[in-house]
């Protein structure tokens, strides 16, 4: 028996979220993909607030994790529609967020990692 996967998941580098501008950008393209996940790489967003979670995810994507970045550098983040998926369990790592999804149409589970490591000047260190 073939499981069908209707939730539409998206990742995307946003290179820093600190411009309304973009929260619109994302809004938007959420809406027109109608995306069930979201995960986003190099927030550089230190201190997030209920008002920039709320502008980024919308009305569809309620759910959230987002650990701070480090300084204006780095960061990540998971935005879920809470009518298609539930995050029951999360990890935060220092560069990564891994969380236990489940479907809600089929009760399908997996784990999900969404990982963005700073670099120094192009090279990890």
Avoid at 21 to 37: M, Q
Avoid at 69 to 76: E, F, M, W
Avoid at 91 to 111: C, D, H, M, P
């Amino acid at each position: 028996q073939m499981i069908r996967n209707h939730c539409n998941i998206m990742s995307w580098n946003v290179r820093g979220l600190n411009a309304p501008a973009k929260h619109e950008a994302i809004r938007e393209t959420l809406a027109a993909l109608k995306t069930a996940i979201l995960t986003l790489q190099e927030t550089k967003i230190d201190t997030w607030s209920s008002e920039i979670t709320r502008e980024v995810g919308g009305q569809l994507l309620q759910g959230c994790v987002v650990p701070p970045a480090l300084g204006t550098r780095g960061g990540v983040a998971i935005f879920w529609n809470k009518d298609v998926v539930s995050i029951e369990s999360h990890s935060i790592g220092r560069f990564t967020i891994t969380a236990k999804v489940t479907e809600l149409s089929n009760n399908v589970q997996y784990w999900l990692t969404t990982a963005y490591r700073p670099t120094k000047e192009g090279v990890l260190s």
